[in-house]
């Protein structure tokens, strides 16, 4: 279809305020900016923010975030993970492979995997489906490496120790993953918090041989 057609079909809307025209339109992207370097080479929050290595788990080697989860953004995400909004994956992969690129030339991008039961309620994998958009912006290759291996409790309200010991080995290597001789890999998640879930879904990967493990997210909560 024609780019403009496309546009009347599927009118964009802006995540922050619902005006038409823009994904997020240039007031909310003014209220609530991307993250724009020089930033923390691990935690990603820019200076002049408070740097959040200290309650990163420390399995995640790096990681990088669009912006703060607050806003447009805030709403972008919630439109796209709980409202059926799965126009706004292009938009949002838009950003999220800009962030990705650094840890090229070339990685492994396996996106957080959803509870089976989660799925067939929601319908779709919000980060899968931000992994095959990213992958195919980047020419790098995205893989449903990881399964849940049981249901977890959700994370809000709960404190760093408890997030870890909620997500322990929740996680397994999903059936027919290839050893990972040395790839770099790139989870993709929506929002980070402490990354105690990215952490836990990093410690099947690296028993399974990889080498650099990093996450891009959409936010950061802060
Ligand atoms: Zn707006
Ligand atoms: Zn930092």
């Known amino acids: 279809m024609l780019p403009f057609l496309v546009d009347l079909v599927y009118p964009k809307r802006c995540a922050g305020c619902g005006s038409r025209g823009a994904w997020a339109c240039a007031l909310c992207l003014e209220d609530v900016p991307l993250f724009e370097q020089p930033w923390c080479a691990r935690c990603g929050v820019p200076n002049g923010l408070r740097c959040v290595c200290r ?79 990213v992958a195919a912006l980047l020419g790098w290759t995205s893989s449903p490496l990881v399964r849940r291996a049981r249901d977890t409790p959700h994370q809000v309200g709960l404190g760093a120790d408890e997030r870890r010991s909620n997500v322990a080995e929740a996680f397994a290597l999903a059936e027919r993953a290839p050893d990972l001789h040395g790839d770099t890999i790139v989870l993709i998640d929506d929002v980070i918090t402490t990354g105690s879930s990215l952490a836990a879904c990093a410690a099947p990967l690296r028993a399974a041989g990889s080498g650099r493990i990093v996450a891009a997210t959409l936010a950061r909560d802060i």
């Open 55 to 133: 309650e990163l788990d420390p399995a995640l080697d790096a990681v990088r975030s669009v912006g703060p989860f607050a806003g447009w953004l805030r709403g972008a995400i919630v439109a796209f993970k709980y409202g059926d909004e799965t126009d706004r994956a292009d938009h949002l992969a838009e950003l999220l492979a800009e962030r990705a690129r650094e840890f090229g030339p070339d990685a492994i991008l396996v996106p957080m995997p959803l509870h089976p039961a989660r799925l067939r309620q929601r319908g779709y994998n919000q980060s899968a489906l931000l992994a095959e958009r």
